[in-house]
């Protein structure tokens, strides 16, 4: 079985502040895990995903997130918040087959000007 | 290159009504799904297609019905729409190849029943 947990439904961050976004995993399997971003009224965009060739993962808009095996964590950051990244973000875990893509419940990033 | 497209945008039913959300994809890719979000609960997979004439159920199917009669188009049927049915559908294809190939989102149909 596979999970997500994402921890905190709303963040609020200043703008210039730093990002993090918590993503905890739970599989069986090696996973394999991603970040999408929701922008309103949108559907959902990959961010970044981990494929196992390296445990820190570069994305756009200037995002990165750090595979930890012993934390079983993915953890979300990017250095300095922008007013265009506010949005819903979320976690994702597939272990494996074509339909087992596991969301978490996401969270919704306020920047404060 | 449109993606993956939904239509309608946005629908109004009555109980009891039915309805057929089309998503049409134009990047050749085998698996289709279709999700529902609904606040605090992420989004949850109602049904999904590994290929052309092929569906399955996903984790909340009861209430809807799917078809692909061709590879670039998933359809979700409501054959009697109820309250609890009102959410945001999202349709998405992936590629084939491979467990870490992105899902691709339509921008949604928000359905309202009353």
């Known amino acids: 079985a596979q999970s997500v947990t994402q921890l905190g439904s709303h963040v609020s961050v200043s703008e210039g502040a730093l990002v993090l976004l918590r993503c905890n995993y739970s599989?069986?399997?090696?996973?394999?895990l991603f970040w999408y971003v929701q922008y309103p009224n949108q559907g959902l965009q990959l961010l970044l995903k981990?494929?196992?060739?390296?445990?820190l993962v570069k994305g756009i808009n200037g995002f990165e997130a750090e595979f930890k095996k012993s934390e079983t964590s993915f953890h979300l950051t990017k250095p300095s918040a922008h007013m265009s990244d506010a949005a819903e973000y979320f976690c994702?875990?597939?272990?494996?087959?074509?339909?087992?893509?596991?969301f978490g419940t996401g969270t919704k990033l306020q920047v404060i000007p | 290159n449109a993606g993956v497209t939904q239509t309608p945008k946005f629908r109004v039913l009555k109980t009891g009504q039915s309805m057929t959300l089309l998503c049409a994809q134009d990047?050749?890719?085998?698996?289709m799904y279709w999700y529902r979000q609904d606040p605090g609960m992420g989004l949850r997979l109602i049904h999904y297609?590994?290929?052309?004439?092929?569906?399955a159920k996903g984790e909340v199917p009861d209430g809807y019905n799917v078809s692909r009669l061709k590879k670039q188009n998933f359809l979700l049927g409501l054959e009697s729409a109820a309250p609890s049915q009102t959410s945001v559908y999202f349709c998405?294809?992936?590629?084939?190849?491979?467990?870490?190939?992105?899902?691709?989102f339509g921008n949604g149909t928000r359905l309202t029943v009353t």
């Open positions: 998405a294809s992936r590629a084939r190849q491979g467990n870490n190939s992105p899902l691709h």
């Open positions: 599989s069986s399997v090696p996973p394999y």
């Open positions: 981990y494929t196992s060739a390296a445990t």
């Open positions: 994702a875990v597939n272990s494996g087959g074509y339909q087992k893509v596991t």
């Open positions: 990047m050749n890719h085998e698996y």
């Open positions: 297609s590994v290929g052309e004439g092929t569906t």
